[in-house]
């Protein structure tokens, strides 16, 4: 082999030399082939990252559910509606001052309050006041309870709960149960796995 042939081989890449000589001249194909890399990137990744913006998270789908609440006797709870928009503000709103004489939250909250004596407290999900929570794009329910005694964040007297008929474990037909207890509001319909 003379030497020039073998320091022209090592100036090829690795892999150009099973080509032949040919390999050596421009490809014509390599400036369309780059021009479409360019263009179909882009176009590959915007559609990628559009179409997977719903993916794993679907819109909530709020529906009436029958809620069935047991407290103890003489304790007073609210079922306060809010939509996305209202939720944060009752997420932070301190729940000694809803409890408060005359506090102008609780006063216009859209709300059910318990018949305070009773022991268990039942919402239909035909009851009329469904019509009027959905109509004004309810997406949860906050159980307000008040409690004795002193608390800190997060709040046991407030706890969420989504109308989203997918969040729920559809076994139970639309029924959310939930437990007041004497320190903390326990949610005993399972969410779905």
């Given amino acids: 082999m003379n030497p020039t042939n ?14 032949g000589s040919e390999s050596n001249q421009p490809s014509t194909a390599a400036p369309w082939v780059f021009a479409a890399r360019i263009v179909l990137l882009p176009l590959f990744l915007s559609t990628l990252v559009l179409g997977g913006v719903g993916c794993g998270t679907s819109k909530p789908q709020p529906v009436a559910w029958t809620l069935k609440i047991t407290k103890p006797a003489g304790l007073e709870v609210d ?3 809010v939509t996305a928009r209202e939720k944060p503000r009752l997420d932070a709103y301190p729940m000694d001052k809803y409890w408060s004489p005359g506090d102008l939250e609780r006063k216009n909250a859209g709300k059910l309050t318990s018949p305070p004596q009773k022991a268990t407290w039942e919402i239909d999900r035909n009851d009329p006041i469904w019509k009027q929570w959905l109509g004004r794009s309810v997406t949860g329910i906050y159980v307000i309870a008040n409690l004795p005694g002193t608390f800190e964040a997060p709040d046991a007297r407030r706890e969420f709960l989504t109308l989203d008929k997918n969040h729920w474990d559809p076994k139970e037909r639309y029924i959310l149960e939930i437990e007041v207890l004497e320190n903390r509001i326990h949610v005993i319909t399972p969410e779905k796995p």
């Avoid at 073998?6 to 080509?19: K, L, T």
């Fill in 79 to 81: 079922l306060v509606s």
């Fill in 6 to 19: 073998s320091s022209r081989a090592a100036r090829i890449p690795p892999g150009a030399a099973a080509q």
